[in-house]
């Protein structure tokens, strides 16, 4: 690795800032502002990057912005459609709500289909025969792997089971799998024929998948009997047994749940059954023929729904599209990650969340990569294991959340490194870059969001020298802004909210069957502009560093959860009168869950009440979802209107105590120091 040095640089975009007065920067070198440490690719890696300087980038980024149509036109031109979109219209956008319905278009009257771009078009191009998913299971002796061939035609004897079984075009289907090679097939199957898939995480409870039962009313349910992660076995059957159970009690009830026999974790026998409604995967889609006509749909038919958590009510069911998606997620893909044919990729994420689905799916497949698929937990059987399948497969890409492990392997395939779905402070990215990529491997942090359908600022890697912990420049096409508390644009070095001006194709286009929660979330803030609720600085070079979010929503390990959700759950406790959670520092999840309980008058804290409040947690959302630290609350702040103040318990959870501020518009000041007393009982 190769560090250089130099005195400026050609100005970046208008919105982006400039970068000036650059300090030359030796990794490790302590200086006295973190902001102004560069970190350069080095040469040999510039020269054979996609962007290999800034100048090649500011030119695209200039015609992305100035010239959308012609842009994505160019871009889109290299996808199969069956016929083009309306050459006169590639986009049309209203993101102001004070104008009329929010309403973002892309391509529209294209028709084309993305499991065919994923699949068949990489055939065609003479890849058939090249690996498109390695998968490897909980057990590092367990593996498998599909061509792309193979691939399709999987994917096509499900998509015949799914036709011959009434499923139609606009049709949802809920998936309940792990991180099986049955999961991105039932993907690419349903997009096959048109149906929209509903992936739901296998790490959700009951409660949560009949949540979005109710929420999505599914054609078919598609799961396997059981997993293994690390030494448990999960029996995510009885999970769908029970959810199904109570949707048909509501009035919603799913006729068929196709069920994988996931072998290694549990055999058939073992498996409860319901008669008529289940149906074992193994004895059906094998008899179906591998060859399936495409549906093909429209380049603004849904895709796909996911469901993620807001700050406030239940979760909202993201909605994208499917031709500005495809193109979006595979160029983000290709110059993000600067992807080579010889790449092998490996994204940790788990196809349940949208990572998942726009970078161990799509933006992947869509591009003829060679994908790792990992069934298990980061630390089974120790915490090696992550390096070892990057040994194993010679991962050159590997893409992760900031939270993992490094021993004792070679590491030596790697190229690039990438990371997503919480801030990156500083010093893990310095030893993210010195200890997992021997210095060597640029660092592609990507800030995005589920909504956003792919990559919005990240470091394009050959492009331009890094910061570490900023998540450098917008992608193509992507004008973020941010503004202040009244919406107004901030230039220059600054901070605030991070809005996003102008639509970009992999955009959502609503949440589904509530287009109005869709305006009041995202477009009502800060009129004429997408709100992603991340708070953002620009510093003097124009590079952006993302602060965390703003409003009331928690990234735990990497999976976004809403405060309200879990206040919610911890209230359904008969026990419970009033919760308030709110996010603190988490050594190993990067933020923890931290909830204050007011139990109900006359119940004594007891540590049985304890774990029986975290239960009730885990069994209504995951067990992913459960409160780290309950702290007894005789009452909560309180504004005198009853409005709880998050503030004052972020600085409690936090041990912040000299930094609580203005106490006195509390109703009953006299509750902090309560809270305080109770801190560690
Ligand atoms: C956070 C995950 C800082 C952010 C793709 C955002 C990040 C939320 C980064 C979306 C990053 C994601 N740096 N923060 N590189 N990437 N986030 O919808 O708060 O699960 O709003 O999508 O994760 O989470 P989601």
Sequence with gaps: NRLRHVDSMASLPSGAGSIRELNAVILGESLASEENHLVFPSDDFSRQALISSPQQYLEMYKRSIEDPSGFWSDIASNFYWKKKWDQNLIYSENLDVTKGDVSI??????????????????????NGDKIALYWQGNEPHVDGSLTYTQLLHRVCQLANFLKDNGVQKGDTVIIYLPMIMELPITMLACARIGAVHSVVFAGYSAESLHQRVMDCKPKIMITCNAVMRGKKTIDLKNIVDAALLESSQNGITVGLCLTFENESAMKKEATKWEKGR?????????????????????????????YTSGSTGKPKGVLHTTGGYMIYTATTFKYAFDYKDSDIYWCTADCGWITGHSYVTYGPLLNGATVVLYEGVPNYPDSGRCWEIVDKYKVTIFYTAPTL???????????????????????????????????????????????TGGFMITPLPGAWPQKPGSATFPFFGVQPVIVDEKGNEIDGECSGYLCVKSS?????????????RYETTYFKAFPGYYFSGDGCSRDKDGYHWLTGRVDDVINVSGHRIGTAEVESAL???????????????????????????????????????????????????????????????????????????????????????????????????????????????
């Excluded at 289940?278 to 549906?295: G, R």
């Excluded at 990371?419 to 210095?439: C, K, L, Q, T, Y």
């Excluded at 702040?637 to 912040?656: D, E, F, H």
């Design 405 to 451: 492990y490094v021993t004792r392997y070679s590491r030596k395939s790697l190229r690039i490194l990438g990371s997503v779905g919480e801030p990156i402070n500083p010093s893990a990215w310095r030893w993210f870059f010195n200890v997992v990529g021997d210095s060597r491997c640029p660092i592609s942090d990507t800030w995005w969001q589920t909504e």
């Design 105 to 126: 278009q892309w391509f529209k009257g294209g028709i084309t289909n993305i499991c065919y771009n994923c699949l068949d078009a990489n055939i065609e191009s003479g």
């Design 571 to 681: 209230v359904s406790h008969p026990q419970c009168a009033e919760a308030a959670v709110v996010g603190v520092e988490h050594e190993v999840k990067g933020q923890g869950i931290y909830a204050f309980i007011t139990l109900v008058e006359g119940v004594p804290y007891s540590e049985d009440l304890r774990k029986s409040l975290v239960l009730v947690v885990r069994s209504q959302i995951g067990a992913f979802a459960a409160p780290d630290k309950i702290h007894w609350a005789p009452s909560l702040p309180k504004t005198r209107s009853g409005k709880i103040m998050r503030r004052i318990l972020r600085k409690i959870a936090s041990r912040q105590l000299e930094e609580l501020g203005d106490t006195s518009t509390l109703a009953d000041p006299g509750v902090v120091d309560q809270l305080i007393a109770l801190a560690d009982s």
């Design 504 to 516: 970009w194709p992999g955009a959502f286009r609503t949440l589904y069957g509530d287009h109005e």
């Design 278 to 306: 289940d149906i074992w995967w193994q004895d059906v889609v094998p008899k179906c023929s591998t060859i399936c006509d495409v549906e093909w749909v429209d380049a603004e038919d849904p895709l796909f729904l996911l």
